[in-house]
């Protein structure tokens, strides 16, 4: 069965703070990778989507990486701002259109 | 870039009535849709694949009577919840597939 598993569930930060947060999946046979936000009451918006061979993958503040190996992803974010407070996604395809969705990561940023 | 809209991004309706929710690809045409529910601190759940030219496919569990699925174009698919109850009281979701795999910015329906 196809899983995908995101820790922490949630998690507090101060403002200006760095933080990560972990993808875990069992998704086979494995296309891509991607990491989304989800402000509350809003559809999901793209961060990064990685390939097999891809081991790390930026968006301004925001840096994913993947390890096709242990099959574990990671979500950096880099001096956190208050906009960054959302629900962060770990979405993973098998390349049927059939995607694998993580429960999501509630990170909320605190001045 | 290449986006998709929805429309209404909420909606409050009796129970009994029928509520359709548009789904639109903009900038790019989509042969396939997708349609998701969310419930308040949950994951996308995949209802129903939309193809156009002919009948969706739904997820098991998924009521096709109940959610109607219509993909009338290349850039349009609608999803109509029928003799809504409040348990279909939800956040749905539309995606078109795409170098990004773009999501809609979500329905609120609530059913009183």
């Known amino acids: 069965k196809n899983q995908v598993e995101q820790s922490p569930q949630s998690l507090i930060i101060l403002e200006g703070k760095n933080c990560t947060l972990q993808?875990?999946?069992?998704?086979?046979?494995?296309?891509?990778l991607r990491w989304y936000k989800q402000d509350t009451g809003r559809g999901p918006v793209s961060l990064t989507i990685?390939?097999?061979?891809?081991n790390t993958k930026s968006n301004g503040r925001y840096t994913a990486t993947l390890d096709a190996d242990t099959k574990q992803s990671s979500l950096h974010i880099t001096a956190s701002q208050l906009s960054d407070s959302a629900s962060y996604i770990c979405?993973?395809?098998?390349?049927?259109?059939?995607?694998?969705f993580g429960a999501g990561t509630t990170v909320t940023v605190r001045a | 870039g290449a986006v998709v809209s929805q429309h209404p991004s909420r909606v409050i309706c009796k129970s009994g009535t029928s509520v359709k929710i548009e789904c639109r690809s903009l900038?790019?045409?989509?042969?396939?849709m997708f349609w998701y529910r969310q419930f308040p601190k949950k994951s996308l759940m995949l209802m129903a694949t939309?193809?156009?030219?002919?009948?969706?496919?739904?997820e098991q569990g998924v009521e096709k009577d109940k959610f109607l699925i219509n993909h009338a174009s290349l850039t349009l698919s609608t999803l109509t919840v029928t003799s809504a109850h409040p348990e279909d009281s939800s956040f749905y979701i539309c995606?078109?597939?795409?170098?990004?795999?773009?999501f809609g910015p979500g329905t609120r329906l609530t059913v009183l």
């Open positions: 995606s078109a597939p795409s170098a990004g795999r773009f």
């Open positions: 993808c875990n999946y069992t998704v086979s046979p494995f296309s891509n």
């Open positions: 990685m390939t097999f061979s891809e």
């Open positions: 979405v993973v395809s098998a390349g049927d259109y059939k995607l694998s």
């Open positions: 900038d790019f045409q989509a042969t396939t």
């Open positions: 939309s193809n156009e030219g002919s009948k969706a496919t739904y």
